[in-house]
């Protein structure tokens, strides 16, 4: 698989990225960069630079004369990411749900019906999907620090969003609350999309707090 030049350190980080967030990648050993490099069809430095970037993003964690690993799940990294969500989301959405247009709408109503049709189909990416849907939702706030900053801890979410949708049911409550979170922020009900976000991270965050339990 070789790579078309874009930015060829983007290209690597997304890649990777994705790799990490989809569980294809191990936490128990440092990673292969040599067996990487060649199946990505790239050298090891700019290999490299991406993992110095994910690290940045606190995906992976590197260790001196044993390369890069990523960082295992934790209920206290968990905890503060949730809890960081807690404080900046559920005003940013409801301030994207007064300044949202007529296409932010469509992208919202898209993107939460391919995420429908992705986890009744019990396929790759709803954690992805699930990603894209609350990102949907918070970008038209207008506001680019926050909107950077809730990035962030959307991509270190993704993981766990993972870990919280394996017990049986769980994939269902969560559409559940979107489409409510959906209705809300389309109707530009900016009170009623503050606590219904604020309840939804909430929960997740109760469940994780169940299955989660650091050493």
């Not at 030049?5 to 980080?13: C, E, G």
């Not at 807690?86 to 995420?115: C, F, G, V, Y």
Request: glycine share 4%; with cysteine; aromatic share 4%.
């Amino acid at each position: 698989m070789s790579l078309i030049i874009r930015n060829l350190s983007d290209q690597l980080v997304d890649l990777v990225r994705d790799r990490i967030l989809s569980g294809g990648v191990s936490s128990e050993h440092a990673i292969r960069q040599d067996a990487l490099a060649a199946e990505l069809g790239v050298s090891k430095i700019p290999l490299r630079e991406a993992l110095a970037r994910l690290e940045e993003e606190g995906l992976v964690r590197s260790q001196a004369n044993r390369g890069f690993f990523v960082r295992s799940l934790s209920a206290s990294e968990a905890q503060e990411v949730y809890e960081l969500r807690i404080k900046l989301e559920p005003d940013a959405t409801a301030r994207a749900a007064l300044l949202a247009t007529e296409a932010d709408h469509a992208h919202a109503i898209e993107t939460l019906d391919t995420l429908d049709h992705v986890t009744d189909e019990h396929g790759d990416g709803v954690g992805a999907f699930n990603r894209a849907f609350h990102r949907a939702l918070f970008r038209p706030c207008g506001q680019p620090v926050t909107i950077t900053i809730l990035e962030r801890l959307q991509v270190l979410s993704e993981r766990y969003v993972r870990v919280h949708l394996e017990p049986l049911g769980r994939d269902e409550r969560a559409n559940e609350e979107h489409h409510e979170l959906l209705e809300a922020w389309l109707a530009r009900d900016a009170d009623k999309i503050s606590v219904l976000v604020d309840a939804h991270i909430r929960k997740t965050l109760d469940d994780l707090r169940q299955q989660l339990v650091d050493d």
